[in-house]
C-alpha cells in the first residue's frame, strides 16, 4: 500500500504541473493566433487570395515578397490541443486525486490497525505473563529456539531471557528419560502432518537441597546447563506441551506455538491413586484370605456338631431336648447359611468375567423361580404377583447369575417385609436389531430403607444399623453379591425406597436377543 501510494503522488503532481502549463498557454496560443492573422503581409492582395484558398495555408517565399508569410490558423489549432490535454488532465487529476485520498484513508486505517495490535499484543503478553500457562514461539524442532516465552516460566527457577537470547536451550531442561522419546514424537508427528497434539514430561528445575547422590546422567545436564550449574540439586516437575506446528520459515525450520501447563500435582495424585488402589488390592486379597481361613476353620467343627445333633435325635428324647435339639439345628443351619455367603461373596468377588452364556426363552427362563417364591410367599402370608412383558423372545444370557440376583433380591424383599405383597414385573425393550433391555422390577411394602443409607446397602458386611442385625440375622452381604453380580455380568441395579411405604429394585441387563420365530 505504500508503494502504491509512493508511485500515485508523483503522477500527481506530474499532471498537475502538465495541467497548468496547458491552461496558461490555451489562452496565450488563442490571442497570438487572432493578432497573426490581422498582420498578414500588406503588399498581398487579399481578393487574389481569396480566389486561391491553398495560398492561405502556404507559407514561405513569393515571387513578389521573399519575406516569410505565417498564418495564425497554427496556433489556433495548437490552442484547440491543448485545451483538449486540459481537459484531459483535469479528467485524470480528479481520478487520480480520490485514488490519493482513498490511498491516505486506507493508509489511515492500516496504521491504527497496526497500533492496535500492537497495544493487543502488549495485552496479550501482560495476560500471557500473569498466566498459568507459559506460551511459547519457537522453532527447530529437535533444539526448541525460542523467540519468544512467557515470563511464568520463572516458577521453575528460569528466566525467559536465557532462551530468547539463546544461552540456553529448551532441551537443555527435559529430563534425560523423557527427552529422546519426546524428539522422536515429534518429528513423527511432523512427518504425519499432524498439526497440533500434545506431550508430557518432566523437566528439571534447580534446587537449594543438598543430594546425597547424583545420577551421572544428571551430572551431564547440570554440566550443559549454566542454570543447574548453580544449584545444589535438581528436582523434576511434570508439564503437558500443547504444540501447534505454523509452517516452515526461510531456512526450511518447522516454527511451532504453544503451551506448558503445569500438571505436577496431577501426576501426583495419580501416584498416590496407583498406590493406594495397589493397597486396596493387597487388603482385599488379606481379607479374601482371612475369611477363607475362617470358613475353614468353621466348617469342620460345625459339620461334626451337626452330625452329634443327629445322633442325639436317634435316642429317646424327653420334651425339653427335643425343644433344645430344634433350637440346635436352627442356629446349626443359620450358620451353615452365614458360611455359604460369605464362600459365594469370596467367589464373586475373586471373578474377573462372567461364565458363558446361552439362550433362553423369558417364560421358561423365568418361570421356576417365580412359582417357587410365590408358594414361599404363600406359606408366609405374603401377597406374590409378577407379570412378563413382551415375553415373545429369546435372550442370550447367563441363567445361572440371573437366577441367583433374582433370588438375592427375592430374599430380601421378603425378609424386610413382615406383611403385605411382593410385585415382581419382567419387561424386555429391543435397542436395535441385536441388542435390548432386559429389565426385572422387584417391589414390596416392606419398612423400605432411609436416603442417608441407600449408598451403603450395597457394600459388604454393611447393613442399615445394628437393631437390622439383631432383628433380621444376616451378614450385610446379600446386596453386595448382587451388585458384584451385576458389575460382571454388564448390568447395573436402580434403588428407589421410603421408609414405612416400600422398596422397589430393578435390575438392568443389556442383552443379545432373537425372536422366538425366528429361532428355527
Not at 301 to 306: N, Y
Request: proline content about 4%; overall charge neutral.
Amino acid at each position: 500500500m505504500d508503494s502504491l501510494f509512493l508511485v500515485t503522488k508523483p503522477i500527481r503532481g506530474l499532471l498537475v504541473i502538465v495541467f497548468v502549463v496547458m491552461l496558461a498557454g490555451v489562452p496565450i496560443l488563442m490571442i497570438g493566433g487572432g493578432s497573426k492573422l490581422e498582420q498578414l503581409n500588406p503588399s498581398m492582395n487579399i481578393e487574389d487570395e481569396s480566389h486561391d484558398p491553398s495560398s492561405q495555408w502556404r507559407g514561405g517565399f513569393t515571387a513578389g515578397n521573399r519575406a516569410p508569410r505565417y498564418d495564425g490558423r497554427y496556433l489556433t489549432l495548437l490552442s484547440y490541443l491543448f485545451s483538449s490535454g486540459c481537459i484531459i488532465c483535469l479528467v485524470l487529476l480528479i481520478y487520480y486525486e480520490k485514488k490519493y485520498l482513498k490511498q491516505r484513508k486506507t493508509i489511515k486505517l492500516c496504521t491504527q490497525e497496526r497500533d492496535l495490535l500492537a497495544s493487543e499484543s502488549g495485552r496479550y503478553r501482560q495476560l500471557h505473563d500473569t498466566s498459568p500457562l507459559i506460551v511459547m514461539n519457537w522453532f527447530d524442532a529437535e533444539k526448541e529456539v525460542f523467540d519468544y516465552i512467557s515470563k511464568g516460566i520463572s516458577r521453575y527457577g528460569y528466566d525467559a531471557s536465557d532462551f530468547i537470547e539463546r544461552s540456553l536451550f529448551y532441551r537443555d531442561i527435559i529430563h534425560p528419560d523423557d527427552l529422546k522419546h519426546i524428539i522422536r514424537q515429534r518429528f513423527d508427528h511432523l512427518k504425519t502432518n499432524i498439526s497440533t497434539y500434545s506431550q508430557q514430561y518432566r523437566i528439571l528445575c534447580p534446587s537449594d537441597i543438598t543430594p546425597v547422590h547424583i545420577d551421572p546422567a544428571m551430572e551431564i545436564l547440570m554440566h550443559r546447563n549454566r542454570v543447574l550449574q548453580k544449584a545444589r540439586s535438581v528436582n523434576t516437575k511434570w508439564v503437558a506441551d500443547r504444540t501447534t506446528v505454523t509452517g516452515l520459515d526461510k531456512g526450511g525450520k518447522h516454527r511451532f506455538v504453544g503451551y506448558l501447563l503445569d500438571i505436577n500435582r496431577l501426576k501426583e495424585l495419580e501416584q498416590e491413586t496407583a498406590r493406594l488402589y495397589a493397597l486396596a488390592n493387597s487388603e482385599k486379597q488379606t481379607r479374601s484370605l482371612f475369611l477363607l481361613s475362617i470358613t475353614y476353620e468353621t466348617k469342620a467343627p460345625l459339620h461334626q456338631f451337626a452330625e452329634t445333633v443327629e445322633q442325639m435325635s436317634l435316642h429317646p428324647l424327653r420334651p425339653d431336648q427335643e425343644r433344645y435339639l430344634i433350637s440346635l439345628r436352627a442356629s446349626i443351619n443359620r450358620l451353615k447359611h452365614c458360611i455359604d455367603q460369605i464362600e459365594e461373596y469370596i467367589y464373586f468377588d475373586s471373578m474377573r468375567e462372567s461364565d458363558g452364556e446361552d439362550m433362553s426363552y423369558l417364560p421358561e427362563l423365568l418361570a421356576p423361580i417365580l412359582h417357587r417364591y410365590k408358594d414361599i410367599c404363600a406359606a408366609s402370608g405374603l401377597s406374590f404377583d409378577y407379570e412378563i412383558l413382551n415375553s415373545d423372545y429369546i435372550v442370550s444370557i447367563n441363567s445361572i447369575n440371573l437366577n441367583r440376583a433374582m433370588e438375592l433380591v427375592l430374599d430380601n424383599a421378603m425378609k424386610f417385609t413382615p406383611a403385605g405383597s411382593v410385585k415382581v414385573s419382567v419387561s424386555f425393550i429391543p435397542q436395535d436389531d441385536q441388542t435390548g433391555q432386559l429389565s426385572i422390577s422387584v417391589s414390596d411394602t416392606g419398612m423400605g430403607i432411609p436416603d442417608t443409607m441407600k449408598r451403603c446397602v450395597f457394600e459388604p458386611f454393611n447393613q442399615i444399623d445394628n437393631s437390622y442385625t439383631r432383628e433380621f440375622g444376616g451378614l450385610g452381604l446379600g446386596l453386595a453379591i448382587l451388585s458384584r453380580i451385576m458389575e460382571l455380568n454388564g448390568g447395573n441395579i436402580l434403588l428407589t425406597s421410603e421408609q414405612t411405604v416400600g422398596t422397589n429394585v430393578t435390575l438392568n441387563w443389556k442383552v443379545k436377543y432373537t425372536y422366538k420365530g425366528d429361532l428355527s
